[in-house]
């Protein structure tokens, strides 16, 4: 089975742009999860999709969103970007089913803000 | 709310020696607790979960936990470490209804000395 891919890997851009992050679960998930992870704040909780629908949100402003297509991909978007939205942007999927289902984590996006 | 500390930033053991990683939680219900490991830009990797039962918890890699309701914690343990375990580790407790949902601990860099 495939693991969780990200795309792209890398990416820069600058202040003020947009950007968009795909994730692809492991087949047969039906969960996906977004996390910001950097230096200064660790892993931080953005939204979790369950069957296209947003479950659960972080605490994160309005510029955060993501959606869910119906072959449980998803993606994240992120507008007018200023230069703490820099990190690596994790991808996690889940069968969603259980509480007690553990999350397979994607290698990540690194996005630079400059 | 929930949330997770590891008070060790940085811990560094000799190859071959013992290793402990320090969890401690605040979580009002029965806790969903798990140990990630995460190599230098890549996603995080399960090594272990609790949910209910017994305390002492076996993961992959040779890595173990134990649960002590009474002390909050969910220390890892590893009785012989190899140069491969260098790595960041992360405890982290999953929201009681959703897994995707996971508060993280600030993870803890393991240096291995040879």
């Known amino acids: 089975k495939a693991g969780v891919t990200q795309t792209p890997r890398y990416l820069i851009k600058t202040r003020g742009q947009q950007v968009t992050l795909s994730c692809s679960p492991i087949s047969g998930h039906r969960s996906v999860s977004w996390y910001q992870q950097t230096p200064g704040q660790g892993l931080q909780f953005l939204f979790e999709y369950f069957s296209e629908t947003q479950r659960n949100k972080g605490n994160f402003p309005g510029r955060f969103s993501g959606r869910q297509f119906s072959n449980s991909r998803s993606e994240m978007n992120v507008s007018t970007l200023e230069l703490g939205d820099s990190a690596l942007y994790l991808c996690a999927s889940s069968p969603g089913q259980t509480t007690n289902e553990k999350l397979f984590f994607g290698s990540g996006t690194q996005l630079s803000v400059l | ?114």
């Open chain 2, 1 to 114: 709310a929930q949330s997770v500390t590891q008070p060790d930033i940085h811990i560094t053991v000799s190859e071959g020696a013992s290793l402990e990683l320090r969890c401690n939680y605040s979580y009002g219900a029965t806790p969903y607790l798990f140990w990630y490991v995460q190599s230098p830009g890549q996603g995080l990797q399960l090594l272990l979960k609790y949910f209910s039962g017994d305390t002492l918890v076996q993961g992959i890699k040779g890595f173990e936990a134990e649960f002590k309701r009474s002390q909050s914690s969910f220390n890892l343990r590893k009785p012989s470490v190899h140069w491969s375990d260098a790595a960041e580790y992360f405890c982290a407790v999953a929201d009681n209804t959703n897994a995707g949902k996971s508060t993280f601990g600030d993870g803890t860099t393991l240096t291995v000395k040879p």
